[in-house]
């Protein structure tokens, strides 16, 4: 299986800070990476694919870049409602894997 | 706008099979040419894919869980289940319904998801 790893696992930001996720694969995944976003209680959702891609109507504050192994998600403008878990995911091979997660929280 | 809702027992006793149901409304699934799967989550846990479904029928499962996991589909119904058989206190998560375009492929929709927990 292709292991995902992310970091950091959790930090702290301000509201209109610019937030900065990475997450590196064991293995090229040829950009077939996705984001999503868990807010508590709640079922994930899609905000980005194919590493760069937004997912139709999710907010521009949030954008992905990356190739190969290594790959870079950011929030460019923190807001209270960015409050959750974020996960990488890989679809490049079966099973697809995801993330550890990397918790955000507002100061 | 499709919408999927898991549905079955909270509670399963350990060596029996949890068994739950995900219903789309919203969109058919035997009319589009969508996989239908399972995600889930240990408490305080990551993600982990489970398993698909093709519209047509074709599954396809995570390794490890492979040998006590079945995916199905009842088209008329406009639903899809998945059995796991032999739980233990580790197969304890919420599990979530989702649908993706290509295998693999990232999760476009998933629902609110269900929490099962396996104790006696």
């Known amino acids: 299986d292709i292991q995902m790893t992310q970091s950091p696992s959790s930090l702290s930001a301000s509201v209109g800070d610019r937030v900065t996720i990475t997450c590196r694969a064991t293995?090229?995944?040829?950009?077939?990476l996705a984001w999503y976003h868990q807010r508590p209680g709640k079922a994930p959702k899609l905000l980005i694919y194919d590493a760069s891609t937004l997912q139709r109507g999710v907010s521009s504050r949030f954008s992905g870049s990356g190739s190969g192994t290594d790959f870079t998600f950011t929030i460019s403008g923190l807001q209270p409602e960015d409050i959750a878990t974020y996960y990488c995911q890989q679809y490049d091979a079966l099973p697809p894997t995801f993330g550890g997660g990397t918790k955000v929280e507002v100061k | 706008q499709l919408q999927l809702q898991e549905s079955g027992p909270g509670l399963v006793k350990p060596s029996e099979t949890l068994s739950l149901t995900c219903t789309a409304s919203g969109g058919s699934i035997d009319r589009s040419s969508y996989y239908w799967g399972w995600v889930r989550q240990a408490p305080g846990k990551g993600l982990e894919w489970i398993g698909s479904i093709y519209y047509s029928g074709n599954t396809h499962y995570t390794p490890s869980l492979k040998s006590r996991v079945t995916i199905s589909v009842d088209t008329s119904r406009n639903q899809f289940s998945l059995d796991l058989s032999s739980v233990t206190a580790a197969d304890t998560a919420v599990f979530f319904c989702?649908?993706?375009?290509?295998?693999?492929?990232?999760?476009?929709?998933w629902g609110r998801g269900i929490l099962v927990t396996v104790s006696p």
């Open positions: 989702v649908r993706h375009l290509n295998l693999p492929d990232s999760f476009d929709y």
């Open positions: 293995q090229d995944i040829n950009n077939y």
